[in-house]
């Protein structure tokens, strides 16, 4: 009921900058909040970086001062920007959001993975 589509992965250099962007579709009748979240080979998803209605925002100690995220609401889609890559970023990356649908109830939704690489 709620769609995510996710672009702007892709292969970089360390160091390097990188803007992905989620746009959630569907019966929509509010997000409460849209994120990113990572998956690394043999590691567990973890939170990238979080932003609600509202503006607030949220990040991963590993990603502070480096990434950064914003939000379109009129377009419902979130964009993380990030910068100063490391190869330890090299990750799928999956959008998220979370609010109420327009025939009640919630919907916790997630995207289909996009691939950030980056190369040392």
């Known amino acids: 009921q709620v769609q995510l589509v996710e672009s702007g992965g892709g292969l970089v250099q360390a160091g390097g900058s990188l803007r992905l962007s989620c746009a959630a579709s569907?019966?929509?009748?509010?997000?409460?909040?849209m994120g990113w979240y990572r998956q690394a080979p043999g590691k567990q998803r973890e939170l990238v970086a979080r932003?609600?209605?509202?503006?607030?925002?949220v990040s991963a100690d590993s990603v502070k001062g480096r990434f950064t995220i914003s939000r379109d609401n009129a377009k419902n889609t979130v964009f993380p920007q990030m910068n100063s890559l490391k190869p330890e970023d090299t990750a799928v990356y999956y959008c998220?959001?979370?609010?109420?649908?327009?025939?009640?109830?919630?919907?916790?939704?997630w995207g289909q993975g996009t691939q950030v690489t980056v190369s040392s």
């Open positions: 932003i609600t209605s509202g503006g607030s925002t």
């Open positions: 569907g019966s929509i009748f509010s997000i409460n909040a």
């Open positions: 998220n959001a979370a609010g109420i649908l327009t025939i009640g109830g919630l919907y916790d939704s």
